[in-house]
């Protein structure tokens, strides 16, 4: 939080308006300037961008929707809320979504399909996510919506200053959710953002964050439109915007002071990074043995840790969708995450890759 945010929060509280005004339009612009791409939404939560992206898609009841189940329970939640069942992937060791098994499941539905006649035994979309801002591979994700005439949605809610192909996040995909919950790199506290790669879609999604109006109409009685489409209530307001303001000056240095306790990490533990895809860590990952053990030691030592995610597929909402994913059961069992944010000193940062090394040494 920036230690100025008063100055950016009190004026607003006491200007007589703090709905949805000025506030929002800039920061929803500041953001589009830090990602590089203007075609952005702001809504009061990064979920709210999900279910945003996949009306968009309109994808709803009985549709089918390929995703991991290697993410916070908000990103496939939101599959549930619209309606559509849920195609379980496996995934890459980093914890992103496996573009091979994505397309394997796509073909097995794709066969089905032409056998029984039936385009509607066809998933709409695929929904991919950024593990602790690891991009996943969104080339051939993209190659893959292109063969089978999907889009992808791309969960990029930890992935802000990640980076794919030296390109910001926020580019790629059909649609790019992000969130700025108040343990994020950037925070407003709450709310989120989503990019569209399609421009037509941007007006279509502003009216339906707030109830299919159009807010600058400049109508005196917005009540009297008449919605060309549904419309919910995932507008932010200008408080929480204005602590955006105040914070986003600030996000450059929090993802690099992130990144160079990252790459110490990297170094100390001879890990070689990937050329293409560059984290914006907000988690650093590592694999173990036993991981109660591992966490329960470093406790010990005074250092925080967990899996910050449980696999969504072994809950009772998603049953019905239960599969064999070799990749999800190995990760899910051994990886933990370990402190990397720019909080720390780099006194920290070198005492916690000490006590991981002196771990393995130990146990592993």
């Not at 075609?39 to 939560?45: G, R």
């Not at 292109?146 to 910001?168: H, K, T, W």
């Not at 690099?256 to 988690?283: C, M, P, V």
């Amino acid at each position: 939080m920036a230690d100025d945010v008063a100055d950016f929060i009190l004026p607003i509280l006491r200007s007589g308006y703090i709905g949805e005004g000025e506030q929002c339009k800039e920061f929803e612009k500041k953001f589009g300037e830090y990602i590089q791409n203007g075609n952005v939404v702001l809504v009061n939560s990064g979920t709210s961008a999900l279910i945003m992206a996949l009306k968009l898609a309109e994808i709803g009841y009985g549709d089918m929707v390929v995703s991991t189940p290697m993410t916070c329970l908000a990103t496939n939640m939101a599959i549930l809320s619209v309606g559509a069942d849920i195609i379980w992937a496996d995934i890459l060791p980093d914890g992103t979504i496996n573009p091979k098994d994505v397309e394997e499941k796509l073909k097995d539905f794709h066969w089905k399909a032409i056998y029984h006649g039936i385009n509607k035994l066809m998933p709409k979309a695929i929904m991919c996510m950024d593990w602790g801002g690891m991009p996943c591979k969104l080339n051939e994700l993209r190659d893959i919506g292109d063969i089978f005439d999907i889009p992808v949605i791309e969960d990029a809610c930890q992935a802000l200053g990640s980076q794919y192909e030296r390109e910001l996040i926020g580019n790629c995909a059909d649609f790019v959710a992000f969130s700025f919950q108040s343990i994020k790199q950037l925070t407003s506290i709450d709310g989120g953002m989503l990019a569209i790669n399609d421009p037509n879609l941007v007006e279509k999604a502003k009216m339906m964050r707030w109830f299919g109006l159009d807010r600058n109409s400049g109508a005196d009685m917005r009540c009297n439109q008449d919605p060309p489409v549904a419309g919910y209530k995932w507008q932010m307001n200008d408080v929480l915007a204005s602590v955006g303001l105040a914070n986003i000056r600030h996000l450059s240095d929090i993802i690099e002071k992130t990144k160079k306790h990252a790459q110490y990490y990297n170094d100390r533990f001879g890990i070689e990074t990937d050329s293409e895809r560059e984290s914006g860590y907000w988690l650093y990952t590592i694999f173990v043995n036993n991981v109660d053990y591992f966490i329960q030691y470093m406790k010990g030592n005074n250092i925080e840790c967990s899996k910050v995610h449980d696999r969504n597929d072994t809950k009772t909402i998603f049953k019905k969708s239960r599969t064999y994913l070799p990749g999800v059961d190995h990760f899910d069992k051994h990886h933990v995450c370990v402190p990397v944010g720019w909080w720390l000193t780099d006194k920290d940062v070198e005492g916690i890759a000490s006590l991981v090394l002196g771990y393995r040494r130990k146990y592993e």
